[in-house]
């Protein structure tokens, strides 16, 4: 039986925050931008986007929300807890397969097989991939960028979210997940992302953010794990 998430990055967090606080110390808080740019973009569904520019990279600030590919194909929704669990095609849901309460603020859940296909994102932009990812978070300090990406307070993010302080303007929430067993979990406690980075024929690369974690933790899973994801411009 599949594991829900490939649980070993946790039990690693420690460790992993000790090895961020030594390479974070060899960047400057100061090169965050101090008032990123904005502006807009649209899916094909007409679902329009904050964007944020964060050092070299331009990111949406909110999670996608698209039902279709940008060809205009439609995605297939996957309610069912057998056939999610069985999938080794595109394939999304949305948290709880509850669109009316979750879309909103969290977006789509989806797996790695839709976004292996390269047309999740509008045109122009694209899904980050491992090396994105880890631009993003060298660039905000990796031991405090969970804290930099983060939302403030505590209406979405669970209590404590110390430290979140969301100054990049990504502002991160916590959308939960859909396991390979099909069960959905920890909405309100962290948020996972995909990166369109293969490990194996298996699993994929994402990053996840905790309420109790200042950093962002680089983690596995299974491909037909469901994950929000975010756009970057190309």
């Known amino acids: 039986m599949k594991t829900k998430i490939k649980t070993w990055i946790y039990s690693f967090a420690i460790m992993g925050v000790l090895l961020m ?3 974070g ?3 400057k ?3 965050i931008n101090p008032a990123p740019a904005t502006g807009t973009v649209t899916d ?5 986007y904050h964007t944020d520019t964060i050092g070299t990279q331009v990111w949406m600030v909110e999670n996608l929300k698209s039902t279709k590919y940008n060809d205009g194909t439609a995605i297939p929704l996957v309610t069912d807890s057998t056939a999610w669990s069985n999938l080794i095609t595109p394939g999304y849901c949305w948290y ?3 669109a009316a309460t979750y879309k909103t603020t969290y977006g789509v ?3 790695w097989y839709a976004v292996n296909t390269g047309k999740l994102c509008p ?3 694209h899904i980050p991939t491992d090396a994105d990812w880890t631009i993003l978070t060298h660039y905000l300090v990796d031991s405090v960028a969970g804290n930099k990406l983060k939302e403030k307070g505590t209406i979405h993010w669970a209590s404590p979210n110390t430290g979140a302080t969301n100054e990049s303007g990504f502002t991160a929430l916590p959308g939960g997940y859909r396991d390979g067993n099909a069960a959905f979990g920890n909405i309100g406690n962290i948020g996972n992302w995909w990166s369109s980075s293969e490990i194996d024929s298996g699993s994929g690369w994402y990053r996840l953010l905790g309420a109790d974690l200042s950093f962002a933790i680089r983690g596995s899973s299974y491909k037909n794990t469901g994950f929000s994801v975010r756009c970057v411009r190309d």
């Open 123 to 125: 045109a122009g932009w």
């Open 44 to 48: 094909i569904d007409g679902n329009i």
């Open 109 to 111: 859940l989806y797996n």
């Open 21 to 23: 606080i030594v390479s």
């Open 29 to 31: 808080d100061d090169n």
């Open 25 to 27: 110390c060899k960047k």
């Open 96 to 98: 709880n397969n509850d």
